[in-house]
T-cell receptor, first 114, second 114 residues
Framework: NAGVTQTPKFRVLKTGQSMTLLCAQD?????MYWYRQDPGMGLRLIHY???????AKGEVPDGYNVSRLKKQNFLLGLESAAPSQTSVYFC?????????????FGPGTRLTVL | AQSVTQPDIHITVSEGASLELRCNYS??????LFWYVQSPGQGLQLLLK??????LVQGIKGFEAEFKRSQSSFNLRKPSVHWSDAAEYFC????????????FGGGTRVLVKP
């Protein structure tokens, strides 16, 4: 049972390049989330999904897109990377639709945009 | 809008001493509250959570937290700190409405002196 995995672990981009971060969970969770972590700001929610085929905006969605074509996967895309998107990105998932539940986090992806 | 404040950015404590990390929240309804720990270069691990019931909750690694509605606080405590407790600690509030989204505090970094 791997829990929540993220690919890749590290990435360096040049301004204007695009990339996709992959999150996978093997816990059959309904809800999935993408956060970014910046020093002193905790984690901020980018986008989230409450089920396969659904997505919604979080607190800081600009410059990012997401897709949830399969229940176990949640993809985060950067179409044209900017230095302000240099951050550590975390994916999380939780299982209990309709009630409070624990979010389980992946190990993170460290992205640097030059 | 909801918010979570962790007033202490850094705390230094001697090994064997007690530790208390402060967390204050602002939210108009019943809060669901969490404490997570992040070791360097790692993802977030759940320490404990409060959904309802007993206001003193026990977690892993010898941590406990007390929910005080009158003070809008959810402080984390440990009676005797070990060197392995050096990490960053995040308090978070969950909104039970659509998506069970988490709002995080800015984090408190704990350094442990030998």
């Amino acid at each position: 049972n791997a829990g929540v995995t993220q690919t890749p672990k590290f990435r360096v981009l040049k301004t204007g390049q695009s990339m996709t971060l992959l999150c996978a969970q093997d816990m059959n969770h309904e809800y999935m989330y993408w956060y970014r972590q910046d020093p002193g700001m905790g984690l901020r929610l980018i986008h989230y999904s409450v089920g396969e085929g659904t997505t919604a905006k979080g607190e800081v969605p600009d410059g990012y897109n997401v897709s949830r074509l399969k229940k176990q996967n949640f993809l985060l895309g950067l179409e044209s990377a900017a230095p302000s998107q240099t951050s550590v990105y975390f994916c999380a998932s939780s299982g209990l639709a309709g009630g409070p539940d624990t979010q389980y986090f992946g190990p993170g992806t460290r992205l640097t945009v030059l | 809008a909801q918010s979570v404040t962790q007033p202490d950015i850094h705390i230094t404590v001697s090994e064997g001493a007690s530790l208390e990390l402060r967390c204050n929240y602002s939210y108009g309804a019943t809060p669901y509250l969490f404490w997570y720990v992040q070791s360097p270069g790692q993802g977030l691990q759940l320490l404990l959570k409060y959904f309802s019931g007993d206001t003193l909750v026990q977690g892993i690694k010898g941590f406990e937290a007390e929910f005080k509605r009158s003070q809008s606080s959810f402080n984390l405590r440990k009676p005797s700190v070990h060197w392995s407790d050096a990490a960053e600690y995040f308090c978070a509030l969950m909104i039970k409405a659509a998506g069970n989204k988490l709002t995080f505090g800015g984090g408190t970094r704990v350094l442990v002196k030998p």
